[in-house]
């Protein structure tokens, strides 16, 4: 055997090794939650108490929930992206709860204090649960708004595919985990690999809400073009909010709030 095939057989086995590794190792890299009990220290300002979420498979799901101040008020379900927990979400949504905005933030299996492992099977049976628990709650879909950021934007969809919210709204969706996983991991055959797709895409031409779209130009994370690409295939009503100098986790330093709420009043004409 030569000198250069000996180089190419083992440049081979690197190869297939780092596949090997990358494909068992894969949810590991997709889901990054903070185990931490959640401190009061987030939340105690806010009015959102402390709950429990049964899911259909038996875990019990700590999350933060405060019914709207008004019969009338709308409820908010937010299904965070990957990484951290609940607590690092309230400050972004403050300003919904001082306008007197019910808010449900949907802790995850695995994440926080929450036992399990995630999957995508697993956090769709979170996701129902989360539905189950404002029904309980005798707050009504249609006046329950889904709120899907980064990863929970596949949650979000998939829910709007079987019931008709308020709206929907989607902070920096992409087309599939496969999809962003290919443009990250270039040098690996990422689409065959990845266990967890959350397929937006094939689903978004069959959502029942209105939607909104909300999706930074500099996002290094979730390209835009996965979210002009979701936003073109999705039927109407629906409305895009492109951010020129945003990125992925700044959304909310351009004055995103107001835009929010311009979009659900013009909902109500």
């Not at 931490?36 to 220290?41: C, R, S």
């Not at 999350?63 to 008004?70: A, C, D, G, I």
């Not at 895409?201 to 500099?218: A, N």
């Not at 295939?233 to 700044?250: M, Q, R, T, V, Y």
Request: glycine share 8%; aromatic share 12%.
């Amino acid at each position: 055997m030569t000198k250069i095939a000996s180089i190419m057989i083992y440049g081979i086995g690197i190869y297939l090794l780092v596949i090997l590794v990358m494909f068992v190792f894969q949810r590991s890299l997709l889901y990054l939650p903070s185990k931490e009990k959640l401190d009061p220290f987030f939340y105690s300002n806010t009015g959102l108490k402390k709950v429990n979420l049964i899911t259909s498979d038996g875990l019990v799901l700590s999350s933060l929930f405060r019914k709207p101040n008004t019969i009338k008020q709308k409820t908010i379900v937010v299904f965070h992206g990957n990484a951290g927990h609940i607590g690092h979400r309230v400050e972004k949504f403050r300003a919904f709860l001082e306008e007197g905005y019910g808010l449900l933030l949907l802790e995850y299996r695995g994440y926080g204090e929450n036992s399990g492992k995630p999957s995508e099977s697993g956090l769709y049976k979170d996701s129902k649960a989360a539905l189950n628990f404002l029904s309980e709650q005798n707050i009504p879909k249609e006046k329950t708004i889904l709120y899907g950021e980064s990863l929970g934007c596949g949650l979000a969809v998939k829910l709007s595919t079987q019931d008709t919210f308020k709206a929907i709204i989607l902070e920096a969706p992409y087309t599939s985990i496969a999809d962003v996983a290919s443009r990250h991991y270039w040098y690996l055959p990422a689409k065959l690999l990845v266990l967890d797709r959350f397929d937006i895409f094939s689903m978004i031409k069959k959502i029942k809400s209105p939607l909104l779209i909300i999706h930074g130009e500099k996002d290094d994370v979730i390209s835009i073009n996965f979210g002009k690409k979701v936003f073109k295939s999705a039927p109407e009503p629906k409305k895009a909010i492109f951010i020129s100098d945003a990125g992925h986790n700044n959304l909310y330093e351009f004055n995103i709030y107001d835009k929010i709420e311009h979009f659900l009043k013009e909902l109500k004409k």
